[in-house]
């Protein structure tokens, strides 16, 4: 990190404002005994944004420079985190000199954690969030940020002036704040502009968006009890691992996991749930090859 100095605005909208909420989560639990993640990069930053923070008008502002964090949200976001960083190591130790694109990046510091010395890394997110980050954090050859909505495809055009590929495609705790014609639309363009990629994406169960009761419970968690807006809602879901294989013969399920799976202590008897598959499948990341479709295959392009 090798910047500030100019003030930081920190006004964003209701769903990025859910980056502040994942960067404390990775701060304080690196800052724990026998962390799951170690991430010395949030520490710094929430130390910056702590002064911020705490004098803003915003209630979850203010909650989070105080360090006021449920305990088992910490634990599930450091999992995650791990989780997607094994997921990008993987990647990497198959194809070293391979593409990544975090989407919907936030302030993670992923690239830091997980740098080999020769991948190319883009951080994707929207304007307001990168002019944040470009005040904190210096690119250089390899590191490279993208300030544009992930649903303008354009910001596809400025990520083929570098890379070559192979591409990896990830979306962590993003899908679910859009739409699902969206996520489709976003999902089979970058099937067709980068052929044999591969997608690892966080998805919500469509089932508890289709039940008003059950949505009414999340958007409580959310808006009441993490403080976010109005705005912070999930809106796609679906209802198997492999439903995104119906949107094109060519998207192909590799693999999915859940927090539950996770080996962590921290979990303690919450590892129960991994036996039970609507809890298992509540919140979960799927894993997807984008291959080429069959130019013969008349079921290419039949709906989800």
């Given at each position: 990190?090798?910047?500030?100095?100019?003030?930081?605005?920190?006004?964003?909208?209701?769903?990025?404002?859910?980056?502040?909420?994942?960067?404390?989560?990775?701060?304080?639990?690196?800052?724990?005994?026998?962390?799951?993640?170690?991430?010395?990069?949030?520490?710094?930053?929430?130390?910056?944004?702590?002064?911020?923070?705490?004098?803003?008008?915003?209630?979850?502002?203010?909650r989070l420079a105080r360090g006021k964090l449920d305990k088992n949200l910490i634990?599930?976001?450091?999992?995650?985190?791990?989780?997607?960083?094994?997921?990008?190591?993987?990647?990497?130790?198959?194809?070293?000199?391979?593409?990544?694109?975090?989407?919907?990046?936030?302030?993670?510091?992923?690239?830091?954690?997980?740098?080999?010395?020769?991948?190319?890394?883009?951080?994707?997110?929207?304007?307001?969030?990168?002019?944040?980050?470009?005040?904190?954090?210096?690119?250089?050859?390899?590191?490279?940020?993208?300030?544009?909505?992930?649903?303008?495809?354009?910001?596809?055009?400025?990520?083929?002036?570098?890379?070559?590929?192979?591409?990896?495609?990830?979306?962590?705790?993003?899908?679910?704040?859009l739409h699902d014609q969206d996520v489709k639309s976003l999902v089979l363009k970058?099937?067709?502009?980068?052929?044999?990629?591969?997608?690892?994406?966080?998805?919500?169960?469509?089932?508890?968006?289709?039940?008003?009761?059950?949505?009414?419970?999340?958007?409580?968690?959310?808006?009441?009890?993490?403080?976010?807006?109005?705005?912070?809602?999930?809106?796609?879901?679906?209802?198997?691992?492999?439903?995104?294989?119906?949107?094109?013969?060519?998207?192909?399920?590799?693999?999915?996991?859940?927090?539950?799976?996770?080996?962590?202590?921290?979990?303690?008897?919450?590892?129960?749930?991994?036996?039970?598959?609507?809890?298992?499948?509540?919140?979960?990341?799927?894993?997807?090859?984008?291959?080429?479709?069959?130019?013969?295959?008349?079921?290419?392009?039949?709906?989800?």
């Amino acid at each position: 990190m090798e910047r500030t100095a100019e003030p930081l605005d920190i006004e964003v909208n209701d769903v990025s404002a859910t980056l502040f909420v994942t960067l404390y989560c990775h701060a304080l639990e690196s800052q724990s005994q026998n962390p799951i993640l170690v991430d010395p990069m949030s520490v710094e930053l929430v130390q910056k944004f702590n002064e911020k923070l705490s004098h803003s008008d915003n209630n979850l502002f203010r909650r989070l420079a105080r360090g006021k964090l449920d305990k088992n949200l910490i634990v599930h976001i450091a999992i995650r985190a791990k989780k997607y960083d094994e997921y990008v190591s993987y990647f990497l130790n198959h194809s070293p000199a391979g593409v990544v694109v975090n989407i919907g990046c936030g302030m993670d510091t992923r690239f830091w954690r997980i740098d080999n010395g020769r991948t190319s890394f883009y951080d994707l997110d929207l304007p307001e969030v990168i002019s944040i980050k470009k005040k904190l954090m210096a690119e250089n050859e390899r590191y490279h940020f993208i300030g544009c909505d992930v649903l303008d495809h354009d910001w596809m055009a400025i990520l083929g002036r570098h890379g070559r590929g192979p591409y990896l495609f990830v979306a962590e705790g993003v899908f679910m704040y859009l739409h699902d014609q969206d996520v489709k639309s976003l999902v089979l363009k970058l099937q067709s502009q980068y052929p044999g990629s591969e997608l690892v994406c966080e998805v919500f169960n469509e089932v508890w968006l289709g039940k008003p009761f059950l949505k009414k419970i999340i958007d409580f968690k959310m808006q009441k009890e993490l403080h976010l807006g109005s705005g912070a809602t999930f809106n796609f879901g679906i209802r198997s691992s492999e439903e995104m294989e119906t949107w094109n013969s060519g998207i192909q399920f590799l693999d999915d996991w859940s927090y539950f799976d996770a080996d962590e202590e921290k979990l303690g008897w919450l590892r129960l749930f991994r036996r039970f598959q609507l809890f298992r499948k509540t919140q979960w990341t799927v894993h997807y090859r984008l291959n080429q479709a069959c130019p013969l295959c008349f079921c290419a392009t039949r709906p989800g």
